[in-house]
């Protein structure tokens, strides 16, 4: 498969070898709870700035929500870019398995607990709306990405051209 600026942009469809174990048993966990949820989620979604979100999820009211995915105490020291994030949700929350103290992160935002059996919400995020212009951009990408995800699932070897 070709590195394409598109393919590049698919959530990942299988570990890539860059998430520690920790990390992979948070998404899958974060990833169960927001299906018993009620909502579709994509890993490693790439944003319009660059950044990847660790897991985008996007309820049935069309609200969009970022998790940040630290799996220690040094992975969350050395990463500052999460502030990046927040113009692409309405909420935003971190998720940590239970080895992770709480008080290391930023009360103002929202807390899950996760391991690779399952999620739980120990403190709401805040919700600040986005723009109706940046929901739909961001929706939009959200579909995009998901039908491409599908696509490479059922044709591994199909070529992408590099919308996205």
Not at 83 to 91: A, G, K
Not at 124 to 145: D, N
């Amino acid at each position: 498969m070709s590195d394409s600026p598109a393919r590049s942009a698919l959530p990942l469809l299988a570990p890539d070898g860059r998430q520690s174990p920790a990390a992979a048993g948070v998404q899958r966990g974060v990833r169960r709870l927001f299906a018993q949820l009620g909502h579709a989620t994509l890993p490693e979604f790439t944003l319009a700035n660059g950044r990847r979100a660790d897991i985008m999820a996007l309820a049935p009211d069309g609200a969009l929500t970022i998790v940040e995915i630290k799996s220690s105490v040094a992975d969350f020291r050395a990463d500052r870019k999460w502030p990046d994030y927040e113009d692409f949700c309405d909420r935003f929350y971190f998720a940590v398995p239970e080895t992770v103290p709480f008080d290391i992160l930023p009360e103002d935002r929202g807390l899950i607990v996760a391991d690779s059996f399952g999620a739980a919400i120990l403190r709401e995020a805040r919700r600040h709306p986005l723009a109706g212009a940046r929901r739909k951009a961001v929706t939009l990408r959200f579909a995009q990405a998901a039908a491409l995800a599908l696509h490479a699932l059922a044709d591994p070897d199909a070529v992408f051209d590099g919308r996205l």
